[in-house]
T-cell receptor, first 114, second 112 residues
Framework: AQSVTQLDSQVPVFEEAPVELRCNYSSSVSVYLFWYVQYPNQGLQLLLKYLSGSTLVKGINGFEAEFNKSQTSFHLRKPSVHISDTAEYFC????????????FGSGTRLLVRP | NAGVTQTPKFQVLKTGQSMTLQCAQDMNHEYMSWYRQDPGMGLRLIHYSVGAGITDQGEVPNGYNVSRSTTEDFPLRLLSAAPSQTSVYFCASISRVNTEAFFGQGTRLTVV
């Protein structure tokens, strides 16, 4: 079975500072990796995904993530955050042969302060 | 293009009542799923479907039923509501081509 760990439940950061949201996964088979964002009172939307190829993945709103197979990590980064990035961020994994079964981490609330 | 539409947005039920949460997608995706979101627990998979007529259980299926008679619709039924089912429910439609999941706006359910 697959599992996802997001160790940080909340990350406070000042506007224009860099941020890294950590994600580690566990799986005995090859997986796809995702980051989703949830703004208050809304559904989730895809930020970026890793399917194969280059381990550095760029997504929307200036976010990027790096897949590290040896450390089973998929950390999300942004070099300079804005107030509008305040939201909850979820890391997710699915098996390559069953992409309809997304397994989510517990989420990290990013709080950007002026 | 509406994407994924969930109804209702809010619902209060009494313990023991039943209800159906509706979910419809207009993207012709084969895959659809239901999740519940609870504080500190992320989203947990309740049931999923890989096509019309095909459904299966996820991580937390107890107390819920689903059916998929058409590609577009994937309703979730609560058979006898319990306070432990108080949660926010999300329906997702997943593209088989690029693996992206599209989520509805959610249904906030309170069982008293």
């Amino acid at each position: 079975a697959q599992s996802v760990t997001q160790l940080d439940s909340q990350v406070p950061v000042f506007e224009e500072a860099p941020v890294e949201l950590r994600c580690n996964y566990s799986s005995s088979v090859s997986v796809y990796l995702f980051w989703y964002v949830q703004y208050p009172n809304q559904g989730l939307q895809l930020l970026l995904k890793y399917l194969s190829g280059s381990t550095l993945v760029k997504g929307i709103n200036g976010f990027e993530a790096e897949f590290n197979k040896s450390q089973t990590s998929f950390h999300l980064r942004k070099p300079s955050v804005h107030i509008s990035d305040t939201a909850e961020y979820f890391c997710a994994v699915s098996r390559r042969d069953s992409s309809y079964k997304l397994i989510f981490g517990s989420g990290t609330r990013l709080l950007v302060r002026p | 293009n509406a994407g994924v539409t969930q109804t209702p947005k809010f619902q209060v039920l009494k313990t023991g009542q039943s209800m159906t949460l509706q979910c419809a997608q207009d993207m012709n995706h084969e895959y659809m799923s239901w999740y519940r979101q609870d504080p500190g627990m992320g989203l947990r998979l309740i049931h999923y479907s890989v096509g019309a007529g095909i459904t299966d259980q996820g991580e937390v299926p107890n107390g819920y039923n689903v059916s998929r008679s058409t590609t577009e619709d994937f309703p979730l039924r609560l058979l006898s509501a319990a306070p432990s089912q108080t949660s926010v429910y999300f329906c997702a439609s997943i593209s088989r081509v690029n693996t992206e999941a599209f989520f509805g706006q959610g249904t906030r359910l309170t069982v008293v």
